[in-house]
């Protein structure tokens, strides 16, 4: 690849290779236009940066609608359109660009979203790595939905909807050859129809959604925590961890709570629609595995805590940086 | 103006500080002040015992000088200061113990917690005696002070003691100026004092409670019983079952256990006293003393697994003198807690949490106060080091060489953690806290800040805290909105040795220790600094390695060993190999470590003594994992056990940035490739350190620097080191300190945070 001067090269580019199954076929505009939704929006963007580009359970075009897709659904909105935008690095190769051109058409028409613009840029070898994509979604807010981090009540149910843990230990283990791979693939999938069917049952019983991304479970509930100024007691025996997950991570001295998620969330839920919730999270294939893994309690405010099978409370910390040892 | 009659009659306040309160002061004053037939009163003030005293001037100034050379023996008198009060004329009125006045007088000693006196021993086993097998017994010389105090002054009113109605028989006593109850604050009996309950097959009071309890104990049973400082398990410690029980309620797998005996004699049938050792037994602190025991066959092998040490204590309340007296054999005695977590104190919390895991709850009605785990000590050499500094220790003041303005709080570290205060010329330790992993003891360290705070009437205006950002006590400095001193965890380590020491001059520190935060970011644990109490600087370390999955590889000594393997810091002493250990770890794991360290993927290196201590466990088959800190390096120092000399193995230093740094390859290349037995192969490696740490100290002493050296960091717990380390260096012509009162590991880092901040805190 080797595109970076832009005219007719990058017009080759973006007309043989990104276009065609990306983007709707038509004049090239320089914005798209939505239709009146009619109601609220919800809008995010995340730029993808992941080494390496294509890992046990998907690639780095499928992660960057997923994430984006599954942080609108975390407001309780329907994605209605993406827009994305690929920086590469001059020399990447052309299969592997389609590649994963191709996984985010794919993934894109799997959550029913149409990608509506996008931009493309080639820079100098070293100026990035490989490839970097940030997605923009635009998503329409069910009517009966009223999620935010700081809705959390006291008495809320903690719900996750599969195990954790994957996605970010599989990465590690092929980026740095560590030979878990066969074991462990990630978990990265889109989360909306999950939502809608959570919302459908819920309703406004249903207060926070959190994809538990980078800083994983712990940081996701802290920052809800924080947000809602409330504490989170969380039974450390009901959180599902896949075995090899459980296993890797003992090796990798990796608390298992703080590896990265891609295709699950935790929902804070009234206790009284918690059942019809839960109930409505395993009737779908991405939450089969759902489950009721804690309260929201008074607090102190700010602090989770997990109960561990000895009955006593640790407090869980939120990871910063490199996680060093602090026994003496 | 003196009006003739009363010519040579003089009046004085007399003020008396130090530790004055809660140690029958104020009753041996009054008797004093009758014997020489005084006029005037005696009262608590703040932390302090305050006279007015009038009489004849030679009787006063006979009464005054005796007042510090007569002074009850578990009192520490600081200062007698004499002020003249002009004589009122008029009869006398006699003497008083008047109520006590609350002030904001800043030298506070809150009592500790004292272990039954003999007389009272003697009572409560006396059938003629009204306290006969009374639980609570107590009097002025013995009794629960600072874990029932709400506040000073110290009076019953401000005790929890306070809800409890004296009888007629208990005031008269406690009235009487003979008697030696003569104002105990705790005092009671079975008519108006606390009473035991037990919870188990049922419910039973008094007598009732405490037979069942012995009943449970005698068929090998499990119970939590209501101490002093806080809940404790006990059971039989020669029935192997029962141990193993109580290890598996407290999720304690291999870290030892401490053993009550009922007499000095029985502690002698367990282990060799020497006399120091049995007079810390039967001191009224009461701590448990790690003495040397050849004849642990009458333990459970699960007691102490695998040591030829065991904790000692004898019975410090009278509740502990019933339970060993009925069943006359040793009980495991340890804090009621789960999986870490601080000590019980709360009864409830005792029967919601430990009750459903015992077979019955020992509690009472009086409540404790402040939490206090049993002190450990251990004697090296005819010295006391202090391993844990809680019941019948803290709090109390240690030296505050460089004084400050500022009132400082110390936030301590991680684990062990303590937190000390500064007031007046004084840095008060509080008690051992524990590990502040778990949400209990979040709590129970912001209870302790607010207790040990007020207790002294200091409000803080700077805190000092580790460097390391990820300790709750850091956390807790940052959010406290206090003015902030970082201090280094090393330096913190070796000033408070010095400080207690008394060496006010730049000295050389020696900081063997697990992992402490550096001053570059990476952690340290094998340090040489040149220090003082303000500054340091890094005069010679041990070479680092990686640790292969950060805390992960702490758990697990063999994969700190394959760090050195695979990742130690190239100091030019080559390589060795571990066929054996890898064979243990087999394939699979090995190769992933090994590409962990490669990849660096977590993997944050250290200059630790302690890591290198549980790689040579490891490599020498000792030990693959650790079940609770420092377990390797405890084990390495037993297989020595019969080794009374032994050779270095080869070392080498390097120079890395003009500082000599120990190159441990070589020792492990040798520890890898001997066939000589354990036993020797470990007292080999001791002498290999003791070795090094010379000749680091002789290459940083070697620009004239000072020639005493401050030992600190929780390596030095390990006798065999202190002792070889000590006598090499005194041999070197080095003035060698290591600290006694204040723990030489975690548990003293409060300490030294507080000496350096306060010396930065002031201008030089
Ligand atoms: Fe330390
Ligand atoms: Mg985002
Ligand atoms: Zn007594
Ligand atoms: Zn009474």
């Known amino acids: 690849l080797g595109h970076g001067s832009g005219g007719q090269l990058m017009a080759e580019l973006l007309g043989e290779v990104i276009t065609p199954g990306l983007l709707p076929p038509g004049p090239m505009e320089d914005a798209a236009v939505l239709p009146d939704p009619g109601g609220d929006l919800a809008l995010s963007t995340d730029a993808f940066v992941v080494t390496p580009r294509f890992f046990p359970g998907g690639d780095i075009g499928m992660l960057a609608v997923h994430g984006t897709v599954n942080d609108l659904a975390m407001r309780g909105a329907v994605p209605i359109a993406l827009a994305v935008s690929y920086v590469l ?76 843990g994957s996605h970010g230990t599989a990465i590690l283990s092929v980026r740095e050859g560590l030979g878990f791979e066969a074991a462990i693939t990630s978990d990265t999938r889109p989360l909306h129809e999950l939502v809608a069917a959570m919302l459908a049952a ?127 | 103006m003196t009006p003739a ?106 009592p500790p917690d004292l272990a039954t006196c003999a007389a009272c021993a003697r009572e409560l086993f006396d059938p003629d005696d009204r306290r006969y097998r009374y639980p609570f017994i107590n009097c002025t010389a013995c009794g629960p002070r600072i874990s029932i105090i709400d506040d000073l002054p110290y009076d019953r009113a401000r005790t929890t003691m306070r809800t409890f109605h004296m009888c007629d028989r208990c005031r008269g006593e406690y009235l009487d100026p003979g008697d030696r109850r003569f104002h105990a604050e705790p005092i009671a009996c079975a008519d108006c004092g606390p009473r035991l309950t037990w919870w188990g097959d049922g419910i039973g009071h008094g007598e009732a409670a405490l037979s069942q309890a012995i009943a449970v104990l005698e068929t090998g049973g499990l119970i939590a019983m209501k101490g002093v400082g806080g809940y404790q398990l006990v059971t039989d410690a020669g029935d192997d079952t029962a141990v193993r029980r109580l290890r598996h309620v407290k999720n304690r797998p291999g870290k030892p256990l401490a053993v009550m005996v009922g007499t000095l004699d029985r502690a002698r049938r367990l282990a060799d006293l020497d006399t120091d050792e049995a007079k810390l037994l039967t001191a009224p602190a009461a701590p448990i003393v790690v003495c040397h025991s050849p004849h642990l066959e009458t333990l459970s092998s699960l007691v102490a697994p695998r040591l030829s040490h065991v904790g000692v204590f004898l019975p410090y309340s009278p509740l502990h003198h019933l339970l060993l007296a009925a069943l006359d054999r040793p009980l495991v005695v340890t804090s009621g807690n789960l999986g870490g977590e601080p000590i ?54 240690s030296r505050l060489p460089i ?47 607010d207790r040990l705070c007020g207790m002294h009437a200091v ?26 001193v970082g201090v280094q965890h090393h330096h913190a380590h070796v000033v408070a040795t010095a400080a207690e020491r008394g060496v006010d001059e730049p000295f050389i520190g020696v900081a063997y220790d697990g992992l402490g935060m550096g001053d570059d970011g990476t952690l340290w644990g094998g340090e040489i600094m040149l220090a003082d109490y303000r500054d340091f600087r890094r005069l010679g370390r041990f070479g680092y390695a990686p640790l292969p999955g950060g805390a992960a590889a702490i758990r697990n000594p063999a994969r700190m060993a394959l760090g050195y ?21 087999g394939p699979a794991q090995t190769d992933t470590i090994r590409r962990m360290i490669e990849r660096g993927v977590n993997c ?36 020595c056990e019969g080794v009374a000399d032994a050779f270095p193995l080869p070392w080498r230093l390097a120079r890395r940035d003009g500082i000599a740094v120990y190159d441990p390859i070589p020792t492990l290349r040798a520890i890898t490739e001997t066939d000589e037995a354990t036993s020797l192969t470990a007292a080999r490696f001791h002498t290999t350190i003791v070795e090094v740490t010379v000749a680091l100290v002789r290459d940083a002493a070697r620009h004239g620097y000072p020639k005493t050296v401050c030992l600190g960091g929780g390596v030095f717990q390990n006798r065999r080191l202190v002792r070889g380390v000590r006598e090499a260096l005194g041999q070197e012509g080095f003035t060698v300190h290591i600290s006694r009162d204040i723990p030489v590991n975690d548990g003293g880092i409060a300490y030294g945070q507080a000496v350096i901040a306060a010396a930065r805190s002031t201008r030089r």
């Open chain 2, 565 to 585: 393997r695979y990742g130690a810091e190239d100091l030019g002493g080559g390589t060795f190999r571990a066929p054996e250990l890898e064979k243990r770890l």
């Open chain 2, 344 to 397: 019980i104190i709360g009864d409830e919390a005792a029967r919601d949490r430990l009750g459903p895991m015992v077979d019955g709850v020992l509690g009472h009605d009086r409540p404790i106060r402040e939490r206090h785990d049993d002190s450990v000590v251990r004697v090296v050499d005819g010295e006391t080091l202090t391993l844990r500094r809680a019941r019948g220790y803290a709090p109390s003041p």
């Open chain 2, 403 to 449: 004084p400050t303005d500022r009132t400082i709080l110390a936030a301590g570290a991680q684990s062990k953690s303590a937190l000390a205060v500064t007031g007046d010329d004084r840095v008060i330790l509080g008690p051992y806290l524990g590990d502040l992993d778990s949400a209990e003891a979040m709590d129970g360290y912001a209870t302790g800040v």
């Open chain 2, 604 to 639: 944050p290196k250290a200059s630790s003594a302690g890591r290198l201590f549980d790689a040579v466990a490891a490599l020498l088959g000792i030990t693959d994992t650790s079940s609770y800190e420092g377990e390797a390096a405890v084990l390495l120092e037993a297989a």
């Open chain 2, 459 to 484: 409000q803080p205006n700077l805190i000092a805290h580790d460097l390391h950002d990820g300790y709750a006590s850091t956390r807790f400095a940052r959010d406290s909105g206090l003015d902030r």
């Open chain 2, 5 to 110: 009659r009363l010519r040579g009659v003089r009046a004085v306040r007399v003020t008396v500080s130090g530790l004055v309160q809660g140690v029958g002061f104020r009753p041996f004053v009054y008797r004093l002040a009758n014997e020489h037939r005084l006029n005037g009163h005696v009262a608590n003030t703040g932390g302090q015992v305050a006279i007015t005293a009038r009489g004849p001037a030679a009787a006063l100034a006979e009464f005054i000088a005796r007042l510090s050379t007569e002074a009850p023996v578990q009192s520490h008198v600081e200062n007698v200061a004499v002020a003249d009060l002009e004589p009122t004329p008029g009869p006398g009125a006699g003497f008083r113990i008047v109520n006590s006045a609350r002030s904001g007088d800043p030298r506070r000693y809150p």
């Open chain 1, 202 to 328: 819920g309703g406004a019983g249903v207060h926070v959604l959190r994809d538990p991304t980078r800083g994983g479970l712990a940081s996701a509930l802290i920052e809800v925590a924080q947000a809602s100024q409330v504490g989170i007691e969380i039974t450390e025996a009901a959180v599902p961890v896949p075995t090899p997950v459980t296993a890797a991570c003992e090796l990798l001295g990796l608390d298992v709570w703080h590896v990265a998620n891609e295709g699950c969330l935790i929902a804070l839920v009234a206790p009284e629609a918690a059942d019809a919730v839960l109930a409505a999270m395993r009737t779908c294939p991405e939450a089969e595995h759902a489950s009721l893994i804690g309260r929201v309690t008074a607090g102190p405010s700010g602090r989770v805590t997990a109960r561990t099978p000895l009955g006593t409370a640790r407090v869980v910390d939120m990871l910063i940086g490199e996680q060093l040892p602090r026994i003496c």
């Open chain 1, 89 to 164: 690095e001059e020399g990447l190769p052309m299969a592997e660009l389609r590649r994963i051109n191709d996984s985010v058409a794919k993934a894109a028409a799997d959550c029913g979203v149409a990608v509506v613009t996008g931009d493309t840029k080639v820079v100098n070898r070293g100026a990035c790595d490989g490839i970097y994509i940030t997605t923009t979604g635009v998503g329409r807010i069910a009517p009966a939905a009223a999620v935010s981090a700081a809705n959390a009540a006291v008495g809320d149910a903690v719900l996750v909807s599969g195990p954790i």
